[in-house]
């Protein structure tokens, strides 16, 4: 029981940081400069094209 309830709790912190990375992400992204936000949107394609090339 107490294994199961370390991995529960585990799992818990580990949302509760992606929830938190999120806030932080967007509250970066909000004070962004549009060239910034340009540059972000034209890499993230371009690292999952990469990712899907190298897989194959």
């Known amino acids: 029981m107490f294994e199961i309830w370390m ?3 585990t799992i818990i912190a580990a949302f509760q940081t992606l ?8 509250n ?5 400069e549009a060239w910034d936000k340009f ?9 999952v094209w990469l990712r899907n ?3 194959q």
Do not use: G, K, N, Q
């Open 28 to 32: 970066a992204f909000l004070h962004m």
């Open 19 to 26: 929830i938190l990375a999120r806030f932080e992400i967007a």
């Open 7 to 9: 991995e529960m709790t």
């Open 39 to 47: 540059f972000l949107f034209s890499l993230v394609p371009a690292i």
């Open 53 to 55: 090339d190298t897989s």
